[in-house]
């Protein structure tokens, strides 16, 4: 399910999460910078992405479950993960 990336080749992998405990958090491409454009718009709160099935998803303001956890929401759209220190 989780693909394997090389993060110094410059690839993203399809989908991303920040949380350490989802099967999709991967430290090593979190270490460097990552921007997400969403709807061609910058975002700079994406908690998770997935670039085949065209999703975000974002905190729901300042809402928290039980845990202590933001509260998120899926918003769908076109994504487009890029290294931000490729950038000139």
């Not at 997400?36 to 729901?60: D, L, Q």
Request: glycine content about 10%; some cysteine; proline content about 8%.
């Amino acid at each position: 399910m989780n693909e394997t990336t090389n993060p110094a080749a410059g690839q993203l992998p399809d989908r991303l999460s920040t949380d350490p405990r989802s099967p999709y958090y991967d430290a090593t491409v979190l270490s460097r910078d990552i921007g997400i454009r969403f709807k061609g718009v910058e975002k700079t709160n994406v908690e998770e992405y997935c670039v085949s099935e065209g999703w975000i998803r974002v905190p729901a303001g300042t809402a928290k479950d039980r845990h202590g956890n933001p509260l998120t929401i899926k918003i769908s759209g076109a994504v487009e993960p890029y290294f931000r220190d490729g950038e000139s």
